[in-house]
């Protein structure tokens, strides 16, 4: 059973980054409070959903939910401190971010972020957890259209159609068109192209 049907009284933030894999662009999180009084139906890993379907539920939950809030680590910071630090500095920043404090956070994965509020980590919570659902479609929602703006000035790489994992498609024009300043420097395909 979800945590937040457990105790009705208590607010759980459910909390997703997204953008972990790819060779560019920032990794984005997102920290979600749902109304219990206001369900959304068809909530599940934003990985499982057509974009149709992540663009609309990304609305209704921000119509919806009690409190949100996106955020992001930058490039620079992935190159300075790894992916997985980027990754919990963005969802620290999510939580911090929020306008309402909630009484637990339910982050998705085994490693938690440094927050002052207590912390329950889910693997594949995405899947289980309404409101880290909720967090990964916003989330990545957010990611995508960034990288569909990102297409726009960068139009040889791709960016719009694989949103910078790293495709054969991406790995190709990196290796004909080099690197641009949102690839990420510490990843071994742009490392070793920048070594070339």
């Known amino acids: 059973m979800p945590f937040n049907q457990q105790s009705p ?6 909390v997703d980054e997204v953008g972990r894999g790819p060779l560019a662009g920032p ?3 997102a920290a979600v409070i ?14 499982k959903l057509s974009e149709k379907k ?4 990304a609305l209704e939950i921000k119509t919806k ?17 790894n992916i997985l630090q980027a990754s919990l500095l963005a969802m620290q920043r999510a939580i911090n971010s ?26 594949k919570g995405d899947l289980t957890e309404p409101a880290i659902s909720a967090a990964s479609i916003i989330a990545k929602v957010a990611r995508d259209n960034e990288m569909v703006e990102m297409d726009m000035q960068f139009p040889e790489y791709g960016f719009a159609k694989h949103k910078g994992y790293p495709t ?18 510490s990843f071994s395909p742009v490392q070793r192209q920048l070594e070339l």
């Open 9 to 14: 009284k208590q607010m759980v933030a459910g």
């Open 34 to 47: 749902l109304d219990p009084e206001q369900p959304i139906s068809g909530l599940t890993d934003s990985k």
């Open 54 to 57: 992540r663009e609309s539920l």
């Open 27 to 29: 990794v984005i999180a």
């Open 98 to 123: 929020l306008d309402k404090l909630p009484d637990l956070c339910l982050v998705d994965g085994n490693k938690a972020p440094k927050v002052n509020i207590p912390v329950t980590t889910i693997v």
């Open 168 to 185: 054969k498609a991406h790995r190709e024009a990196i290796e004909l068109h080099g690197i641009t300043p949102i690839h990420r420097r």
């Open 65 to 81: 939910a009690l409190a949100w809030s996106i955020a992001r680590a930058e490039v620079e910071e992935i190159d300075q401190i």
